[in-house]
């Protein structure tokens, strides 16, 4: 196969790529919001063909309600729920599947155009796959998730620890599909010292620390349970960190141990990003981690006011979509901060 990097494959398939990511992006925000106003569980079947389409006629809406009701959430929570409003979930639940159907055509399709015009390596190959591979499988944690808050386990919600999961995996997807993009365009080589590319690895990964704390928080509704800031409750660290029930659990099932997590390694991550930022002064490297050191600010701030507003639908879903912005910003300063010997051109 011709060398996957020629210029017009390179450009083509850089821009699948491009799509791809966007669409990973949208996925996440539309996933932020169904988990916002509580739809994930209004479709309580995997049907990957068949459940592309919406119910037609009152008795197939009927049929939806009533497997619907048959779920804690219904039964201890939504109980005077209307027809109408559980259209209003189901739709954002739909839409949510369908937008991850739609993903996953757009990038078979491409791969096999790329395919079918021989612009892919042996070794292109393989990485388009496993990213594609990926997709699948999300998928599959998707419906693993829903299990959880639909007879599964005891849970009134969808498990915290699944819910992780399944942001993860996408965080992982949208930042593997920028470095593959990265990897098909221009090769700059930037001379820094091995503290600087220490500091970039390390914003990378406290950042997707702090993104999967966040799913955690997002999974218990911690974020609603203390909305007071600095403290919490009035308290530095709150009395009731750690749960007399849950034990070490807390740390992953307690709201105000996670919230209190979650809050840290902000503070965290947003001292490693302004440390960075002034040991890097001088370099060549200076505006990219300055950059780095305002977008961690901005979402540190922003998670304030989500925080003190109680995290509501709009304000919460660009503190969501900010932060994964951070995470591929902080993707792009390990991919051009990587040593030399690994800045290899693409084959």
Do not use: C
């Not at 939806?64 to 109980?79: D, G, I, P, R, V």
């Amino acid at each position: 196969m011709p060398d996957a990097t020629s210029p017009d494959a390179a450009r083509w398939i850089r821009r699948w790529l491009i799509l791809i990511g966007l669409m990973v992006y949208a996925m996440i925000l539309i996933g932020g919001a169904t988990r916002l106003t509580d739809s994930g569980l209004s479709i309580t079947e995997w049907e990957p063909i068949k459940g592309a389409l919406p119910p037609f006629g009152e008795a197939a809406w009927l049929a939806e309600f009533e497997k619907y009701k048959l779920t804690a959430e219904f039964q201890q929570q939504n109980y005077n729920m209307t027809m109408a409003e559980f259209q209003f979930i189901y739709w954002w639940e739909w839409g949510h599947r369908l937008f991850g159907r739609l993903i996953g055509l757009v990038a078979i399709a491409g791969f096999v155009w790329f395919a079918a015009k021989r612009w892919l390596s042996r070794k292109w190959v393989g990485r388009l796959g496993f990213l594609i591979a990926l997709g699948g499988l999300q998928g599959f944690i998707g419906w693993w998730m829903v299990a959880s808050g639909i007879g599964e386990t005891d849970r009134l919600d969808v498990a915290p620890y699944r819910l992780m999961t399944h942001f993860g995996l996408a965080l992982l997807i949208i930042a593997i599909t920028a470095w593959y993009w990265l990897d098909l365009g221009e090769q700059p080589r930037r001379q820094v010292s091995q503290r600087l590319r220490v500091l970039a690895l390390a914003l990378l990964i406290l950042t997707s620390i702090q993104m999967l704390s966040g799913a955690l928080v997002a999974g218990l509704d911690a974020g609603r349970t203390y909305t007071d800031w600095p403290l919490m409750a009035g308290e530095l660290i709150p009395s009731h960190y750690l749960d007399q029930q849950l034990g070490a659990r807390s740390l992953f099932e307690g709201r105000a141990a996670t919230q209190f997590n979650h809050r840290f390694f902000a503070y965290t991550l947003w001292a490693l990003a302004l440390v960075a930022a002034y040991w890097a002064r001088g370099s060549v490297m200076s505006r990219v981690f300055n950059l780095i050191a305002a977008l961690v600010t901005a979402q540190a701030v922003w998670g304030i006011i989500t925080l003190v507003n109680a995290a509501p639908l709009p304000i919460a879903l660009i503190h969501q979509g900010l932060g994964v912005v951070v995470l591929l910003a902080s993707v792009w300063l390990v991919w051009i901060t990587r040593p030399e010997s690994t800045q290899t051109a693409p084959s």
